[in-house]
């Protein structure tokens, strides 16, 4: 079946400084990318969707200069989280679209933990 | 807005015995409703689909779900509780025309015991 990877699972960085965070669909072409933030106990938030070669698209609240996402190539979407702050630390899991499969078939990564201390 | 309310964030059921979790959804448009499934250090692996065809859905290990129109719920079902189901479950919806967004619930963690 379709796998998504995520590097690195769980990441611990300083305040102020920037971690990057790589998903990649292993056996397929991903043509839409989805980022997810998910808090204790809670569900997942969709953070921004980004297709290849274009601009992320970012839902309503999300800093589209905090959290920087670039979708370069088929396999390759990267989360930057900039000058993190503790507010920052949650699980961020990133989901891939098999394209021309249906639009709500996504394959979710195994998620990141980000701690900032 | 599109939304799904998971009724328990905890079912606590015994090995053997039958499991379900419940799920209802808000109901602006004709939704898609979907099932996941999380174990730990997994990615959410899709248990099963509605979208608009049989009520009654069929999923992976056994789990089926009904969609029941005039009660809004999708509540998911298993007849007999495995220790290997013990996760974090996920109702999740769509709506066409919402560019493939799925709108998650809060989960629900099913633990199986002896």
């Known amino acids: 079946g379709a796998v998504v990877s995520q590097h690195p699972s769980r990441v611990i960085c300083k305040s102020g400084t920037s971690v990057k965070i790589e998903c990649r669909s292993l056996?397929?072409?991903?043509?839409?990318m989805f980022w997810y933030r998910q808090f204790p106990k809670q569900s997942l938030m969709l953070m921004a969707t980004s297709n290849e070669g274009s601009k992320a698209t970012y839902e309503q609240g999300v800093e589209k200069d905090k959290f920087l996402i670039n979708h370069a190539s088929l396999t390759l979407s990267t989360l930057t989280v900039t000058s993190a702050h503790p507010e920052d630390s949650s699980f961020y899991i990133c989901?891939?679209?098999?394209?021309?499969?249906?639009?709500?078939?996504?394959?979710f990564g195994p998620g990141t933990r980000l701690t900032v201390t | 807005a599109q939304s799904v309310t998971q009724l328990d964030s905890h079912v606590s059921v015994s090995e053997g015995t039958p499991v379900l979790l419940r799920c209802n959804y808000s109901?602006?448009?004709?939704?898609?409703l979907f099932w996941y499934v999380q174990h730990p250090n997994k990615g959410l692996q899709l248990l099963l689909k509605?979208?608009?065809?049989?009520?009654l859905v069929k999923g992976i290990n056994g789990f089926e779900a009904e969609f029941k129109k005039s009660e809004t719920s999708f509540h998911l079902t298993k007849p007999s509780a495995h220790m290997s189901d013990a996760a974090e479950y996920f109702c999740?919806?769509?709506?066409?025309?919402?560019?493939?967004?799925?709108?998650f619930g809060t989960g629900t963690r099913l633990q199986v015991t002896l």
């Open positions: 999740v919806v769509t709506y066409t025309g919402t560019a493939s967004k799925l709108t």
């Open positions: 989901s891939a679209r098999v394209a021309g499969t249906p639009t709500y078939e996504q394959y």
């Open positions: 056996d397929f072409q991903a043509t839409t």
């Open positions: 509605y979208t608009s065809a049989a009520t």
């Open positions: 109901s602006s448009y004709s939704p898609s």
